[in-house]
């Protein structure tokens, strides 16, 4: 118990003696001599019991003003042996609770870059082993729960092996946190978008040789990077790596390991080859996703063009393998751009082609860059809905301010995506405008693509070539679905050619079309061949869609029948077809055509056709035509509704060129009547009649040609034509039957040349009223024939309300001139003869007329001017009318002369003689003793008018009418033009003393003997004469001895029927 006693009490005081200050400033001394490190002697303790220590307590130290160091205690363990013999060697050393802590930084000045020095190192390493206690061979320093701002805890050791010379490192770090703001002492943000670094737990096994080679085996758990937006850059569960140092070079190899985030899994090998100066990086991975590697690679190679442009254009997918690896001569160039090298395979892979809006997807290929080009070959890919059965792409990533790249892929493309596809490929250009146009596309096609962006421009380059295929599909400026088949589709450079198209274009079928469109500044189009087939009735839509061909077509409503087309070239400016170069030939067959709906106008209709930008032609044209009423905007419809039909067209040749155009062809009628047409002039729009053949057999076969001068209508009559004809092939009651019938009073007229090409027209009756009325004023401008005789003949012409018997003329027509020979006529009995000369603007005409001894003068009366009950009697008029002026004053110049005398009748109306009459009965001389001629009629002996015509006025010489019971003689002028008259009348109201005596016994003394003569004057309207008595005084001597003469006797002229007649100034004797 006392020995125990002794023991304890010895420790005890033993404890306080070694504690002493005098020891504890040999301890701070020897560790200052060691480390060149003060130690405050205060904080140091020594135990020798259970086992000897020194023990440091609350120690700080600082680190090139960079690292603080806390240790809360740090322990130093001695072996006892080696202190009992008077030496100190350390069993341990053991650091426990320390704490690193940084200065606050400034962020203005980060730290310099992290270097690692070979050689500084070495020698610091070596070093290391001079703080060793003699004879001490080897150390272990234990950390236990080291904290820091970076990680939670750390435990750890180092052994130190003096005679070696060799360090081992063996460490557990947990919940390690590096964010970029700690990280910015190393600049690392230059070339990082780092926000943090997190490890579950990082242990690290490592060894350093004296030669300074360091051997590092790492396995980190639990490990996550984060970019400057907190999105997850990295992620996985375990990584194991094996680091190399030494002064030779450096190596890291990081064994494969699956990652979360990028998906896949990498392995990393790294090596710097100081001696060789070469450096490699080379990242290993398997199932890589390449846009999660995409977000990760943009922040680990933060500002690398190359990386940016590569994610730009490989934007998805998974790399089953793929080996990046950056290779430099200078380690800190490593990570330069141009530097990068890349090879590996992708599955559903996407990339977006470079200058275009093209994305090509489901990429199954591989991938390589070098020397900053990448290269993407795919053995299949999608392109939208087509397939990509093989391609190449060639992209230069670095070194212009464009992305110069190649392209080449085949495609099974699917033809809906073209329009689009193209419209991006070739933004703004015609191609694409039109192809904008195209809807509901269906169809593949195998397809070479060839996209290129050269690297002296920016200017996309685009080529395709297909195989045959087939489409389907609209578009808007064909009214109709458009379906294509065996198309050869080639496009380079702005040019399009497309070879041996068939198929159907809204139901036209199109049959070995070869075109080619360029596209470059004036589009032109040119084809070079085809055929097709046109069906009317569905390509009437379609061609009405062209506004030109509508305003040509316009008046069609309605077409069935097949148009074939054998051959077309065609060239020219593609948006200025009136400079297209064109030839077009087919033929059409089995045609109808209307242009009213539910009526049928032009049916079986073929013919041949040839057009060119010379003209065009049609050929062989035969149809049958139902209706005419297509024809109304050239003739009127009452005229088409005439014609009987249907018509027979056959052996149809219409021809048409920039300076001729003409038509003709056969017609014939149910009743085998025929037609031969012929039809020209300078265009479609100026076409006139050439000429009519009418074959009738047994009736006619008559030729007539017509001028083409429009200031003439002239035309030549050569053959037979017979009217009966005219009526076969004319509607019963039609417009122009009716008119035929006036014109021939139902008689048929015979119409023929002969010998001499006279024209001889023979007919019973003619009635030229119709004609004549509708006709504009005669001008011998405008000749029915040119240079022919026309013998005209008929039992009865009728012209209005006169009819001509057995007219017999010659009619000798020239250019200009007419001479026309009235050979004999009889009007309303009178015959008549003569002749008219038509030359320029002059008439010079002869017209004899004769009536001898005719029964009754009512009769002409009645013929001439329709007064019935006028007068009658016997007489006999000849005369003759002469012109010789212009025709502009035919009606006012006319000169001739006329005599007529009637005999043995009574006038029954005579407005004139009624109010001459009247003046007489007023007086009380002859009052109730004056015939009323509305009562009883003027009966009369003789009357006989001699008359000269000098301008269309009649100049009455001499006119007496010698009534039963008075007479009465005339001179004067009358005016039938302007319904005027001026005449002076003597009138012997008592013709003998005898008759004066039975009618007036009173006043038979006063007379002398002598007769009684009144004169009076008639003047103004012929129709409403004005009647007064005249003075004697205003009587010619020749009317007075005319008178005289006439009643044998002397005559006392009446002064005045005044109350004063018994006064005998009243009367002058002669």
């Not at 440091?56 to 809360?72: G, H, P, Q, R, T």
């Not at 820091?148 to 052994?159: A, D, H, I």
């Not at 060129?657 to 100026?686: P, R």
């Not at 119709?770 to 011998?780: A, C, E, G, H, Y």
Request: hydrophobic residues 40%; aromatic residues 8%; proline residues 4%.
């Amino acid at each position: 118990m006392s020995a125990l006693f002794i023991i304890v009490s010895f420790s005890y005081v033993f404890h306080f003696a070694i504690n002493t200050l005098y020891v504890k400033n040999q301890i701070v001394s020897l560790i200052h001599d060691r480390s060149g490190i003060h130690v405050n002697p205060s904080r140091i303790s020594v135990r020798l019991f259970p086992k000897p220590e020194i023990i440091l307590k609350n120690l700080d130290f600082v680190f090139d003003e960079k690292i603080i160091l806390n240790i809360s205690q740090l322990k130093f363990d001695m072996d006892l042996q080696s202190l009992l013999r008077g030496r100190m060697i350390l069993g341990q050393i053991l650091i426990q609770n320390p704490t690193v802590n940084f200065p606050p930084k400034n962020s203005q000045q980060p730290g310099p870059h992290f270097k690692f020095n070979p050689v500084e190192f070495k020698n610091t390493f070596n070093k290391i082993f001079q703080f060793l206690p003699e004879g001490q061979e080897t150390l272990e320093i234990k950390i236990m729960n080291l904290v820091s701002p970076y990680f939670k805890r750390m435990e750890g050791s180092l052994v130190l092996v003096k005679t070696k010379k060799n360090l081992a490192i063996h460490a557990i770090v947990t919940k390690l946190g590096l964010h970029a703001s700690d990280l910015s002492q190393i600049s690392l943000n230059r070339y990082l978008d780092l926000d943090s670094i997190l490890l579950d737990q990082l242990e690290l096994t490592a060894s350093i040789h004296s030669e300074g080679e360091i051997k590092a085996d790492l396995n980190g758990q639990g490990i996550i990077l984060k970019n400057g937006n907190k999105d997850l850059l990295f992620d996985t569960d375990r990584i194991h790596a094996v680091l190399n140092l030494s002064d030779t070079g450096y190596q890291l190899d990081i064994e494969p390991f699956k990652i979360n985030y990028p998906e896949g899994a990498v392995g990393v090998h790294f090596f710097s080859d100081l001696s060789q100066k070469k450096s490699e990086i080379q990242f290993i991975g398997n199932n890589i996703h390449i846009d999660q590697a995409k977000k990760m690679s943009l922040a680990v190679f933060k500002n690398n063009g190359l990386v940016n442009h590569l994610f730009d254009i490989l934007q998805d997918g998974v790399s089953p393998d793929i080996n990046v690896s950056f290779k430099a001569d200078d380690p800190t160039l490593l990570f330069n751009a141009d530097n990068l090298e890349l090879k590996g395979r992708i599955e559903n892979g996407v990339v977006k082609i470079p200058g275009t809006d093209l994305i090509v997807s489901n990429i199954q290929g591989s991938a390589g860059i070098q020397t900053g080009i990448l290269d993407i070959n795919a053995a299949h890919a999608m392109v939208g809905s087509s397939v990509l059965k093989q391609g190449q792409l060639t992209i230069h990533l670095l070194g212009f301010n464009h992305v110069p790249f190649n392209g080449e892929f085949s495609l099974d493309a699917d033809l809906s995506m073209v329009p689009k596809t193209l419209e991006s490929l070739l933004p703004g250009t015609l191609l694409a405008e039109e192809l904008a146009k195209t809807h509901n596309i269906t169809g593949r096609s195998n397809v070479r693509l060839h996209l290129s962006i050269p690297n002296d421009t920016k200017d996309l380059d685009v080529k395709i070539e297909s195989d045959d295929f087939s489409v389907k599909g609209s578009y808007d400026r064909i009214p109709g679905p458009v379906f294509l088949e065996k198309i050869n589709f080639q496009y380079n450079s702005g040019m399009l050619h497309l070879k041996h198209i068939q198929g159907t274009i809204a139901d036209i079928i199109v049959k070995d079309l070869d075109t080619t469109l360029h596209f470059k500044e004036t589009p032109t189009i040119s084809i070079h061949s085809g055929s097709g087939r046109i069906f009317l009735d569905s390509a009437i839509p379609f061609l009405m869609a062209d506004k030109r061909i509508e305003t040509f077509l316009s008046p069609l409503k309605k077409g069935t029948g097949k148009i074939d087309v054998t051959m077309i070239q065609l060239s020219g400016p593609l948006l200025m077809p009136g400079e297209w170069v064109y030839e077009i030939t087919g033929n059409g067959s089995q045609l109808s055509l209307t242009t009213q709906l539910n009526r049928r106008e032009i049916e079986d209709l073929s013919c041949q056709y040839h057009f060119s930008d010379k003209g065009f032609s049609l050929g062989s044209i035969s149809a049958r035509i139902e209706n005419l009423s297509w024809l109304e905007a050239f003739v009127e419809k009452k005229h088409l509704e005439s014609f009987r039909t249907p018509l027979h067209m056959k052996n149809g040749q219409l021809q048409t060129h920039k300076e001729k155009t003409w038509f003709n062809t056969d017609l014939s009628f149910s009743d085998e009547q025929q037609l031969q047409i012929e039809v020209d002039g300078n265009s479609l729009a100026s076409l006139t009649l050439k000429s009519i053949k009418l074959l009738d057999p047994g009736f006619s076969n008559a030729r007539i040609d017509l001028s083409s001068d429009k200031n003439k209508i002239i035309f030549d009559f050569d053959g037979i034509l017979n009217t009966q004809t005219i009526h076969k092939i004319l509607v019963p009651e039609s417009d122009l039957e009716k008119k035929m019938n006036a014109f021939t009073e139902g008689e048929s007229v015979l119409i023929h040349t002969d010998r001499d090409s006279a024209i001889h027209i023979i007919t019973k009756k003619m009635n030229l009223t119709s004609f004549l009325s509708s006709q504009k004023p005669f001008s011998t401008k405008n000749n029915l024939f040119s240079n022919k005789t026309i013998k005209l003949k008929t039992e009865n012409l009728t012209i209005k309300n006169w009819t001509i018997k057995d007219f017999d003329a010659e009619v000798f027509l020239q250019q200009d001139d007419a001479y026309i020979r009235l050979n004999k006529a009889f009007l309303c009995d009178i015959e008549t003869k003569g002749y008219i000369n038509l030359k320029g603007d002059r008439i010079d005409a002869k017209i004899p007329f004769n009536a001898d001894n005719k029964d009754n003068i009512q009769t002409l009366l009645t013929c001439l001017f329709n007064k019935n009950e006028f007068m009658d009697g016997r007489y006999s008029f000849k005369g003759e009318i002469i012109s010789d002026t212009g025709k502009q004053n035919l009606l006012n110049t006319l000169n001739g002369s006329f005599l007529f005398q009637a005999e043995e009748g009574r006038v029954h109306k005579l407005t004139l003689l009624s109010r001459i009459l009247s003046v007489l009965n007023v007086s009380k001389f002859f009052k109730g003793n004056i015939p009323d001629i509305t009562q009883k009629g003027f009966a009369y002996k003789t009357i006989s008018i001699e008359a000269d015509i000098r301008d269309s006025n009649i100049h009455i010489t001499k006119a007496i009418i010698d009534g039963n019971d008075m007479t009465l003689i005339f001179i004067g002028r009358i005016d039938l033009i302007h319904d005027d008259m001026d005449l002076t009348c003597l009138v012997a109201p008592f013709k003998t003393i005898d008759l004066i005596i039975e009618k007036i016994p009173i006043v038979s003394t006063l007379l002398g003997g002598n007769l009684v003569s009144v004169p009076v004057k008639a003047s103004g309207k012929i129709s409403d004469p004005l009647v007064v008595p005249l003075h004697p005084s205003a009587v010619g001597e020749g009317l007075i001895n005319m008178m005289a003469n006439i009643l044998k006797t002397p005559v006392r002229l009446l002064d005045k029927l005044t109350d004063d007649e018994k006064d005998e100034s009243v009367f002058r004797k002669k």
